[in-house]
Nanobody, 124 residues
Framework: QVQLVESGGGLVQAGGSLRLSCAAS????????MGWFRQVLGKEREFVAA????????DYADSVKGRFTISRDNAKNAVYVEMNSLKPEDTAVYYC?????????????????WGQGTQVTVSS
């Protein structure tokens, strides 16, 4: 079981930037592909970005391509998402997820460990 803790959320104006971090409490972090998902209250959770175990592959939702960048530091057991040019529609709770032995998947069902989420609010 992997414990994931997200941080870095907050309130930002449209056009601004935030960097979310996710810390994983597992020694074998390098075995896990990682993903970011987001959810607006009353709506389904949706894929944001994913990264393979060695950062060789990444995937992004069309809505964030060119604005968000996912990265990881296996030495620090951490994954990040740099969010630029934020829009009000990016407002959501952002979740970090871990996918053991998997690839950079956009499918929620491929992830077996989830964090508690961090709120991102973008004001217009």
């Amino acid at each position: 079981q992997v414990q994931l803790v997200e941080s870095g959320g907050g309130l930002v104006q449209a056009g601004g930037s935030l960097r979310l971090s996710c810390a994983a409490s597992v020694r074998t972090f390098r075995w896990y592909a990682m993903g970011w998902f987001r959810q607006v209250l009353g709506k389904e959770r949706e894929f944001v970005a994913a990264i393979s175990w060695n950062a060789g592959n990444t995937d992004y939702a069309d809505s964030v391509k060119g604005r968000f960048t996912i990265s990881r530091d296996n030495a620090k057991n951490a994954v990040y998402v740099e969010m630029n040019s934020l829009k009000p529609e990016d407002t959501a709770v952002y979740y970090c997820a871990a996918n053991r032995y998997g690839g950079a998947s956009s499918r929620q069902d491929d992830y077996d460990n989830w964090g508690q989420g961090t709120q991102v609010t973008v004001s217009s």
